[in-house]
């Protein structure tokens, strides 16, 4: 039951943040993809790990399907 009060206050903190417009401007954008891509880089050897003991999928296999495949879009997108 915890897990469910916390869900709906981070559901309600993001309802709350698009409805007062912060969501809109072009720099909050840049800077989620950009907070994204570095949780995503700061967090790569685990991913791999969990990938490699949930799937059985081989290093090379989970950095080129599921690693690389999401950090070359946000670094395409957040270059501008």
């Not at 991913?47 to 070359?72: Q, T």
Request: negative net charge.
């Amino acid at each position: 039951m915890e897990l469910v009060v916390e869900l709906e206050a981070v559901l309600n903190e993001a309802r709350e943040s698009f409805e007062s417009g912060k969501t809109r401007s072009f720099s909050w954008r840049m800077s989620q993809l950009k907070a994204l891509l570095q949780l995503l880089r700061e967090n790569e050897e685990e991913i791999m790990r969990v990938l490699k003991e949930d799937l059985g999928k081989h290093r090379v296999e989970a950095f080129r399907d599921e690693v690389r495949a999401h950090h070359h879009p946000f670094k395409a997108t957040t270059v501008c």
